[in-house]
């Protein structure tokens, strides 16, 4: 069974760009979400979607927004970029919000914003 | 508002000896626990969790402790072994349907010395 993937790997951007990054999800997996992981600091989480809908919000500005598509791929966006965007974001699905039930990471997609 | 702390940012253990990570959390609210293990280049994988209505969880050479009227608590591997050495991350939840909203701390690096 394929494990949740993420693409690109690396994103090299400069500030003041937006950045697309994007998450498919375990098969069967409806949720969806996304940390980011700066340097030195624990995973911060950013975005919950579910269903297609989103259903939590981390500590963010709002140039950090997403979607999540009727496939349950999702897209996390990051506009207006600044240098300490620069981090690992990493995306995790997990099967219905109903239970406590433990999310699966991707590899993640380092951004570097210069 | 770092809500699960792990104050350890990193461990060295001899091989066979005992592991123990430890994490602090400050929100009583907090009734979930689950520990990850992340090798470096990959995302975060589920180790092992507890509830907040047991006070251990073991499962083989993983064992997790709680203490909830110290609001702490630890993971003990035994034995330690090599490819045991990853970045660990505690994670915390606070109700089933409240955002589904994990809290990670920032991790600590065991190193297992052969």
């Known amino acids: 069974e394929a494990g949740v993937t993420q693409s690109p790997t690396h994103l090299i951007k400069t500030r003041g760009q937006q950045a697309t990054l994007r998450c498919s999800p375990i098969?069967?997996?409806?949720?969806v979400y996304w940390y980011q992981q700066a340097l030195g600091l624990g995973l911060q989480f950013l975005l919950w979607?579910?269903?297609?809908?989103?259903?939590n919000r981390g500590n963010f500005p709002p140039r950090f927004s997403g979607r999540q598509f009727p496939n349950y791929s999702s897209e996390l966006n990051v506009n207006a970029l600044e240098l300490e965007d620069s981090a690992l974001y990493l995306c995790?699905?997990?099967?219905?919000?109903?239970?406590?039930?433990?999310?699966?990471f991707g590899p993640g997609t380092r951004l570097t914003v210069l | 508002d770092q809500q699960v702390k792990q104050n350890s940012p990193s461990l060295s253990v001899q091989e066979g000896r005992i592991s123990i990570l430890n994490c602090d959390y400050t929100?009583?609210?907090?009734?979930?626990f689950l520990w990850y293990k992340k090798y470096p280049a990959e995302g975060p994988t589920f180790l092992i969790s507890?509830?907040?209505?047991?006070d251990k969880n073991e499962d083989g050479r993983f064992t997790v402790f709680l203490n909830k009227s110290a609001k702490h608590l630890s993971l003990h591997i035994v034995p330690s072994q090599p490819g045991d050495s990853a970045v660990y991350f505690c994670?915390?939840?606070?109700?089933?349907?409240?955002?589904?909203?994990?809290?990670f701390g920032t991790g600590t690096s065991l190193t297992v010395i052969p």
């Open positions: 979607y579910d269903e297609g809908e989103e259903r």
């Open positions: 098969s069967g997996h409806t949720s």
């Open positions: 995790a699905s997990s099967l219905a919000v109903s239970s406590y039930n433990e999310q699966f």
């Open positions: 929100n009583s609210m907090f009734d979930y």
């Open positions: 994670a915390a939840l606070k109700g089933r349907h409240t955002g589904n909203q994990f809290y």
């Open positions: 507890i509830s907040s209505i047991k």
